[in-house]
Nanobody, 115 residues
């Protein structure tokens, strides 16, 4: 069972930045695509960004140009750099590992952006 631990959430004013981290319990980057999802109150969970085994990144249009996904193989850590944050980015952010036969989820980290 893969365990994912997120960190880096918090409260920030609009226009500010946060960097989320996700640490898997084992080395999985070579066999799993890594995702960042978010879920705002009263809304469905949505895919924010994805990075596949080849390092190719995908971004939802709502965050394109503001968020950057990356992974550090040496540190075995996935990141989401979030810049120019908006109030509508407020949500619980989840790290997920899509490992073909199973999807593993982290516990989530709260991001709150105030105006």
């Amino acid at each position: 069972q893969v365990q994912l631990v997120e960190s880096g959430g918090g409260s920030v004013q609009a226009g500010g930045s946060l960097k989320l981290s996700c640490a898997p319990s084992g080395y999985i980057f070579s066999r799993c695509g890594m995702d960042w999802y978010r879920q705002a109150p009263g809304k469905e969970r949505e895919l924010v960004s994805r990075i596949n085994n080849d390092g190719i990144a995908f971004y939802d249009d709502s965050v394109k140009g503001r968020f950057t996904i990356s992974q550090d193989n040496a540190k075995n850590t996935l990141y989401l750099q979030m810049n120019s944050l908006k109030t509508e980015d407020t949500a619980v952010y989840y790290c997920a590992a899509d490992c073909m036969t199973a999807v593993h989820w982290g516990q989530g980290t709260q991001v709150t952006v105030s105006s």
